[in-house]
């Protein structure tokens, strides 16, 4: 809370310094002016991943530009809601708080102003505040060779940060509240410091969300800070800073999700017992099913005593500069610094120690002719990490959720703790490095993702577009980076000398694509790239493995992609169409650090109409998923292996215990926790000049939760409505009702299916926000 009121209170100030000084200009807003929000990407410009101020046509890509309008009317809150309107964009629940975008059935990068952001550990960070943001493009497919080799490559979002204004002042108050005690409270702020050379932008935020679930909730206050010059007009410089802190829950959802708890809501209840008898969690625990109970949905994996929080702050500086007629340049700077702790009942420890990033990179854009531009870029990255991690004596399979809250608890035994090394009092992590104390011959320690690494990356990139003739677009590129990583224990055994290993890699990448006019409104387009990618751990930190090395698989991930497509953009008409197909193949890291090889094929369109009065918009997804001839695994085999046959009425238990860490043999499986298919319906129209109405819809085809797919979620759907009235020029008041029909719907917990056959997640019923916004 002592955020939101620094961030109100800055706000504040300036808001009084600039009345103080000036009277302030009333933002006009007519009726027809508020229908007429950019609900179409149609003529959206692009800046960052493949040059500056393009159009959608200009793109080999499949790409769908988010505007603040098109946020504001989605209701668009976290990353996963991106569904809503871009299509091949079903995630997971990310534990009840999503970091990263998954694209085309893997988890996407994140970028900011065209420069990796810090996140989550296989998708487990930290949530993303929306506060700093004025439009979001979602790009498909592996990150270009302007932004370099990262970790995540089935598509990626770059965030675009709000921008100052220099001409006039406007502000923006809104304030919101909803089911379950949700609130939040947003003041953004424009003005001029010198009329058309510079202004500053303060935008704050605070929100306080109850939860429908058990022992959870959601606080954050994010403070972020802009200022624009413009100091000729060859020369522009933006510079920004973030400072975000969160309070959430670590949301497992549901445990033993059998085919009845997914049709019926019906859960198996009894408490796993170890094979030593005792009844805390443990691997190999077996439950004798004691019964079978409508369980409800809000009643999931959480404790009242867990601690889960994060503090980043993050700043961007982005430099342009016309040097002549053929030479521009661009400077991009950004520095991020993250701080987490979580420690759970359930013995999960994931604790950053502090993270640092640093990133600058120099682009140099050189017009040779009319028709033939090159791309020069020098990019230097530096990231620091110290954190502590233990998950390997989770066990989630063997609580009882109809229980007392102690059954979901796991007090470490002797044994267990003399695997790990106490942080502090009470808190025992992994060690960063394998020691063999007893000279046995085997490594004495659990190891988890605990490291303090460094690394430092320079990469080299050259583009070259060709304007051939006006029908006629190609662009290459190519990329290298050269990787220098340190890591080393930061908490070795006492008695120990810490393990440490630094290895030299050189990565890269290229891409190639052809952009084809057929007609004036209709291009088709090839594209195709292949890069090498990197396998991190949590905050892109680096660690060893059991041999006290890096390993150099984590460095040798291929990545290609192949895709073709079609984009219709007609000047005269209000409609914006495009379609894909794709084949990409790409390298999921696994929980236990090791990379499964993932092919995917599939198309993916979506259409928009903008009109004066009324707009709609469509997207249709279809993707085979498949292991590519590689092995994969989860953390159990198969649902019934917790359970004995004590109660062949209930459940043909196989009494297999569980959690039971299977590998599978290579395969070309399909991959479980994608629907093959997924159908996204967006639109709005002007009911009166005050009043309008909207909608959404989006289906998903049924799938296998898990990898042998005994358990499916079913055809889903879910039917959203908003309605927005708007009493003068300055003030409105907004009404969204999520899921009208309170479908029962589920999604899996994590990406990469490995809690397949032991999480799901219960999705929110049916709930309402009431949003009121004033202009000034």
């Not at 990618?533 to 390993?551: F, H, R, Y």
Request: hydrophobic content about 35%; glycine content about 8%.
């Amino acid at each position: 809370m002592k955020y939101a009121f620094l961030a109100l209170s800055i706000c504040a100030s300036f808001t009084s310094v600039v009345k103080a000084n000036n009277e302030i200009e009333v933002i006009q807003v007519s009726a027809e002016k508020l229908k007429a929000h950019q609900l179409s990407p149609k003529d959206a410009k692009i800046s960052g991943p493949f040059g500056d101020d393009l159009s959608l046509s200009d793109i080999a890509r499949a790409i769908t530009p988010i505007s603040s309008d098109m946020i504001e009317q989605l209701n668009i809150t976290t990353l996963q809601d991106i569904l809503a309107v871009t299509p091949n964009s079903y995630a997971a629940s990310g534990f009840g708080a999503p970091s990263l975008p998954t694209l085309r059935g893997q988890l996407g990068e994140l970028y900011q102003d065209g420069v990796r952001r810090q996140a989550g550990n296989n998708g487990f960070g930290i949530p993303i505040s929306f506060n700093a943001i004025e439009q979001i493009d979602v790009v498909k497919g592996a990150p270009p060779v302007l932004l370099g080799t990262s970790q995540r490559n089935g598509g990626f979002v770059n965030l675009h940060s709000k921008t100052a204004n220099t001409e006039t002042s406007q502000g923006k108050a809104t304030i919101s509240a909803g089911r379950w005690d949700h609130y939040s409270a947003q003041l953004d702020y424009s003005a001029p410091i010198v009329q058309g050379e510079s202004g500053f932008r303060v935008s704050a935020e605070h929100i306080d969300n109850g939860s429908f679930y058990d022992y959870a909730g959601f606080q954050s206050d994010s403070l972020f800070a802009a200022v624009r010059f413009l100091p000729d007009d060859k020369t522009s410089w933006d510079l920004n800073f973030e400072l975000y802190h969160v309070e959430f829950t670590d949301n497992a959802g549901i445990n033993r999700p059998t085919q009845a708890l997914i049709d019926n809501g019906l859960y198996i209840t009894g408490q796993g017992v170890q094979p030593n008898g005792s009844t805390v969690p443990g691997a190999g625990a077996i439950v004798s099913p004691t019964g079978q109970v409508m369980l409800p949905r809000n009643q999931v994996l959480t404790d009242p005593d867990n601690i889960n929080d994060a503090t980043t702050y993050l700043f961007h500086s982005v430099y342009k500069r016309q040097l002549n007629n053929q030479l521009s340049l661009k400077n991009i700077t950004y520095f991020q610094h993250l701080e987490r702790e979580e420690i759970a009942q359930n013995s999960f420890v994931e604790i950053i120690d502090g993270a640092d990033t640093v990133q600058n990179r120099t682009e140099l854009n050189y017009q040779w002719a009319d028709n033939q531009n090159t791309l020069f870029a020098l990019d230097m990255r530096y990231n620091k990490v110290k954190g502590f991690s233990q998950f390997t004596t989770e066990a989630d399979s063997p609580i009882d959720l109809t229980g007392p809250i102690e059954n979901r608890r796991i007090p470490l035994t002797a044994e267990q703790q003399a695997r790990l090394v106490e942080l502090r009092p009470g808190v025992f992590v992994s060690p960063g490095g394998q020691y063999d104390i007893n000279n046995d011959g085997n490594g004495d320690f659990s190891l988890s993702d605990t490291t303090n690494s460094t690394s430092v990356q320079t990469g080299i990139a050259i583009q070259h577009d060709s304007q051939w003739t006006n029908q006629l677009r190609t662009s290459v590129g190519y990329r290298i980076d050269y990787y220098d990583v340190k890591a080393s224990d930061p908490i070795a055994p006492q008695g120990q000398i810490a393990a440490s290993d630094n290895i030299y890699e050189t990565l890269h990448s290229g891409q190639a694509s052809i952009n084809y006019k057929l007609t004036p409104a209709l291009t088709s387009y090839m594209a195709g790239s292949y890069n090498q990618a990197t396998s991190n751990s949590m905050a892109g930190g680096n660690v060893l493995g059991s041999d006290n090395k890096i390993s150099a698989q984590n460095f040798a991930t291929d990545n290609t992609l192949a895709e073709v497509g079609l984009k219709y953009a007609p000047a005269d008409s209000a409609w914006y169409v495009d379609g894909a197909l794709f084949n990409q193949r790409r390298s999921l890291r696994n929980r236990d650090g090791s990379n499964t090889g993932i092919r995917t094929q599939g198309f993916e369109s979506q259409a928009f109409y903008d009109a004066a009065n009324y707009w709609f918009s469509v997207g249709y997804s279809y993707i085979d998923a498949r292991y590519d001839n590689s092995a994969s695994s989860q953390g159990a085999k198969q649902v019934s292996d917790i359970f004995d046959n004590s109660r062949p009425d209930i459940i043909n238990g196989t009494a297999g215990g569980a959690p039971n860490f299977t590998a599978f043999a290579p395969s070309t499986q399909r991959v479980q926790g994608i629907p093959e298919q997924s159908v996204s319906v967006n639109g709005g129209m002007s009911i009166t000049p005050q009043w309008d109405f909207g909608l959404g819809a989006i289906y998903t085809k049924s799938y296998p939760l898990d990898y042998l797919a005994t358990v499916y979620i079913r055809d889903q759907y879910t039917l959203n409505l908003n309605s927005r009235y708007v009493f003068n020029e300055q003030m409105a008041l907004r009404l969204d009702i999520t899921n009208v029909t309170n479908q029962d719907n589920w999604r899996p917990v994590f990406e990469g299916g490995y809690f397949g056959a032991t999480l799901v997640y219960p999705e929110l019923p049916i709930h309402g926000k009431l949003t009121f916004t004033y202009n000034f």
